[in-house]
């Protein structure tokens, strides 16, 4: 019988000197609390295993965040003595005391803004790293840390976790597939509810914008789905302000973002994506999800609140529970065989990447670990190399609602066009804006 591999068609023989990785995690909020608490209560349990790896224990060791609050909080009610263990660092060093604990890999879940730093000093560290979307807000500082990860020897990568939707993933396959024959134009929306912007994220919102923050989900399903026959070639937007601050500031309630890609025979391709967190909390989707690409011989449309599982329960839903539960993306179950678990591809993909960092250090001979270095970063669905287009569009976007904000509405940004990388024209303006001088 053939030889079933459980990860990677790599075959080589099991490094067993070492079988363990210890995490720090940067950040402790939502995010933490929906998918990376649930996989390391998972791998407590649980040891990782690949036939290429044999078993490997994760063990999250040292938390670094503001305050500490809900670090304690969690480390007081952790369902299990092994992920009590961590150390909790608090304060403007937390990152550095992390870093000094014996962590082999980082994983930063901070508000976006606040990526860079954390994940520079990671990697300088010659860490192993994580960063949730986006990685970073504009193409300098992803140049910088793609040439710290490559000099460190270690691994980058960005949570993309809707690429792993079941859902998109149908689309993808479709799309390889050849059944789905050349998108033309699609329209994506994701609206959240004030509680997002005034509740959960009202300590980090100002001056901050719901694109940034959610439409990169969106940005890397058209980019890795539809690619690599195009290039990309321009970026507008426009937003309202007035309901989480003031209509003269520089706070966005939501956002249409329109980014426009150009094939190689001179076809153009617009993608529309809206995104707003101040939708009414009793709306009945709570989080409300839509995507709808047009082909050149079919339509393909996908709707959270219409593909599943409808809930009302009296004075719960729809906020603290939610009408149309996403339980693709994360859900708590009681299996058939009396286990409770807690899965979903919002979980799969944090354990995919500690899957390819086992790779990395324990699939094979010491000597063979540059080429298994060099086959993850190969993956282009969560590696930071490939976070150009995506990074290029969240600097492009936030320059042009910078210059709204001024008074200065109607920007275009260009790529790769006469006079750099990525170029912002003002309306009535002979005098284009160099944001990145290289080609993106």
Not at 1 to 11: G, S, V
Not at 61 to 75: K, N, Q
Not at 142 to 158: E, F, N, P, R
Request: net charge neutral; hydrophobic share 40%.
């Amino acid at each position: 019988m053939a030889r079933k591999h459980l990860m990677f068609d790599t075959m080589s023989t099991i490094d067993t000197s070492r079988s363990s990785l210890t995490a720090g995690m940067v950040g402790f909020g939502m995010i933490f609390d929906e998918t990376y608490r649930p996989f390391f209560e998972s791998v407590s349990r649980t040891p990782l295993f690949s036939v290429e790896t044999g078993p490997v224990s994760i063990k999250l060791i040292s938390v670094a965040t503001r305050t500490g609050d809900r670090a304690l909080r969690y480390r007081d009610q952790a369902p299990s003595t092994p992920t009590r263990l961590f150390q909790s660092f608090t304060g403007t060093h937390a990152v550095r005391h992390l870093l000094a604990s014996p962590v082999d890999v980082v994983c930063v879940a901070t508000p976006d803004d606040r990526h860079y730093e954390a994940a520079r000093a990671a990697l300088s560290a010659g860490k192993h790293l994580l960063i949730e979307k986006p990685s970073v807000l504009n193409l300098a500082h992803l140049d910088d840390l793609l040439q710290i990860a490559h000099t460190a020897g270690v691994l980058a990568k960005v949570v993309y976790h809707k690429l792993a939707d079941p859902d998109h993933k149908s689309l993808r396959t479709l799309v390889a597939d050849g059944t789905l024959k050349h998108v033309n134009n699609g329209y994506c929306s994701l609206l959240e509810p004030k509680a997002i912007s005034r509740g959960q994220f009202a300590e980090w919102v100002t001056g901050r914008n719901p694109a940034t923050y959610v439409a990169v989900h969106y940005l890397k399903l058209i980019d890795f789905v539809f690619g690599p026959s195009w290039s990309l070639d321009r970026i507008t937007a426009t937003g309202q302000r007035g309901l989480v601050a003031t209509s003269g500031g520089t706070t966005w309630d939501s956002v249409q973002l329109q980014v426009v890609y150009r094939y190689h025979d001179a076809r153009e391709a617009a993608f529309d994506i809206h995104t707003s967190w101040v939708t009414p909390d009793n709306f009945p989707g709570y989080v409300e999800q839509e995507v709808q690409f047009r082909f050149d011989n079919a339509v393909w449309n996908a709707h959270q609140r219409k593909r599943g599982v409808e809930l009302t329960v009296e004075n719960r839903t729809p906020c603290e529970l939610k009408n149309t539960p996403n339980y693709h993306y994360n859900g708590v179950f009681l299996e058939p065989w009396g286990e409770r678990s807690q899965r979903g591809y919002g979980i799969e993909v944090i354990e995919r990447f500690f899957r390819e960092v086992a790779f990395v250090e324990f699939g094979g001979p010491s000597e063979h670990r540059t080429e298994r270095l060099h086959a993850m970063r190969a993956l282009t669905y969560n590696d930071l190399s490939a976070d150009r287009n995506c990074v290029a569009i969240i600097q492009a976007l936030e320059a042009i609602l910078e210059r709204a904000a001024a008074g200065v509405p109607g920007c275009l940004v260009r790529v790769n066009g006469p006079f750099g990388g990525l170029v912002l024209h003002e309306p009535g303006s002979p005098s284009p804006v160099v944001l990145y001088h290289e080609p993106v």
